[in-house]
């Protein structure tokens, strides 16, 4: 078992460009969770996806976007990327009220 | 709304010490809460987790976390630190009650174990 795997692991990007990041949950599992986590922070919770459709959302703006594939992986759209939109991306997922397990992250660099 | 606090942001102790992390938790509801781990430039590792039964509960690595409802508290514990322990711990709260099951985390406390 892969566990949760996120991709890309590192990228760069300019402000105001479009980024999209990846992410395969754990075999069984079906709800997907997107955090953002802010050098020296605690993760911060985007939204969370379940059966397709976004279930959750935290204090994000509409910038913020994602997606959930019938296959249970799932994408999080940043538009018009801020220099403060640099962070690690963490994706988890879960099976009903089980722990989160989470992915490695992406780090997204906004210059 | 829920919430985390970790009130200190740095933890050092001895190897071979105990070792405590503080968590204080608000919910408007039962809480699940959890502890995870973070090595340097790694994703969150989780570690145990209380959701009903005993107060104490036993996790991964020799980590085990004591739950105190009417001090709202979760702090995590091992008996006898290693230098591997050295790493940045996450308390996270989930509300029972609430659709869905976000967490919500501490900002975090740095455990450094010295030899």
């Known amino acids: 078992d892969a566990g949760v795997t996120q991709s890309p692991t590192h990228l760069i990007k300019t402000r105001g460009q479009q980024v999209t990041l990846r992410c395969s949950p754990k075999s069984g599992h079906d709800t997907v969770s997107w955090y953002q986590q802010a050098l020296g922070q605690g993760p911060q919770f985007i939204f969370q996806y379940y059966e397709e459709e976004e279930r959750q959302r935290g204090n994000f703006p509409d910038r913020f976007s994602g997606h959930q594939f019938p296959n249970y992986s799932s994408e999080l759209n940043v538009n018009a990327l801020l220099l403060g939109d640099s962070a690690l991306y963490l994706c988890?997922?879960?099976?009903?009220?089980?722990?989160?397990?989470f992915g490695q992250g992406t780090r997204l660099t906004v210059v | 709304a829920q919430s985390v606090a970790q009130p200190e942001d740095q933890v050092n102790v001895a190897e071979g010490n105990p070792l405590t992390v503080k968590c204080t938790y608000s919910v408007s509801g039962n809480p699940y809460l959890f502890w995870y781990v973070q090595y340097p430039n790694r994703g969150l590792q989780f570690l145990l987790k209380y959701i009903t039964g005993d107060n104490l509960v036993k996790g991964s690595y020799g980590f085990e976390a004591e739950f105190n409802k009417s001090q709202t508290s979760f702090h995590l514990k091992k008996p006898s630190a290693l230098v591997s322990d050295s790493a940045l711990y996450f308390c996270?709260?989930?509300?029972?009650?609430?659709?869905?099951?976000?967490?919500?985390f501490g900002g975090g406390t740095r455990v450094l174990v010295k030899p």
């Open positions: 988890a997922s879960s099976f009903a009220n089980t722990e989160a397990f």
């Open positions: 996270a709260v989930r509300d029972m009650g609430a659709a869905g099951n976000k967490l919500t």
